[in-house]
């Protein structure tokens, strides 16, 4: 695990440590020590500690003017033991909706596995994005199978196009209306 990097070629376009509206601003990282680890794997030191002993995340981008954030996410996302949505809607999201966030993606593609708890803080994070959404792209199958044998998937939309969509090729705002325009779709 030490060896996947949070996806970095957005950074001439974004970096959350140099964004004073970010969680992570003015986060200085190493790039030789080896300071996180999930279990005994040790993770890459990109990647940012928001409270869980499990989760990690990297915000890779944010856009105050049009009010999304791209999220990527890596290891396991416990709610059962951790309450990782606690710690994920104090520690990050709030701060991101009281700067203007309403929509959100999650990249899952290194989220392993899913426990649940109760739907408390999926529902309350909701409700707060008022006309946003919250989508989530490239979650693992049985991750996503995990999230709606929970009734998670009221809250955050998978499925169709969302589970394999090629986003590192194109830059954020691309992906951003791609998936504005899929859930969109979903409504019509």
């Not at 869980?52 to 890779?60: A, H, I, P, W």
């Amino acid at each position: 695990m030490h060896e996947i990097e949070p996806f970095y070629r957005w950074r001439d376009d974004y970096i959350a440590a140099e964004d004073e509206l970010s969680p992570f601003y003015g986060v200085e990282y190493s790039e030789f020590e080896f300071d996180k680890q999930i279990y005994n794997f040790l993770l890459h030191p990109q990647w940012d500690h928001f409270g869980s002993s499990t989760l990690y995340l990297k915000v890779l981008f944010a856009d105050y003017d049009h009010g999304f954030a791209i999220i990527e996410l890596i290891g396991e996302w416990n709610d059962a033991i951790n309450n990782d949505i606690m710690f994920f809607k104090r520690e990050i999201i709030e701060m991101m909706l009281a700067a203007g966030i309403r929509k959100f993606i999650l990249i899952g593609e290194n989220v392993l596995n899913f426990h649940s708890s109760d739907d408390c803080y999926y529902e309350e994070w909701f409700q707060e994005v008022e006309d946003g959404w919250i989508a989530g792209i490239n979650f693992r199958p049985h991750v996503v199978d995990e999230f709606k044998s929970s009734n998670i998937d009221y809250y955050i939309n998978f499925g169709g196009g969302l589970d394999d969509f090629n986003w590192r090729t194109i830059k954020p705002l691309q992906v951003y209306w791609s998936v504005e325009e899929q859930l969109t779709k979903r409504l019509s």
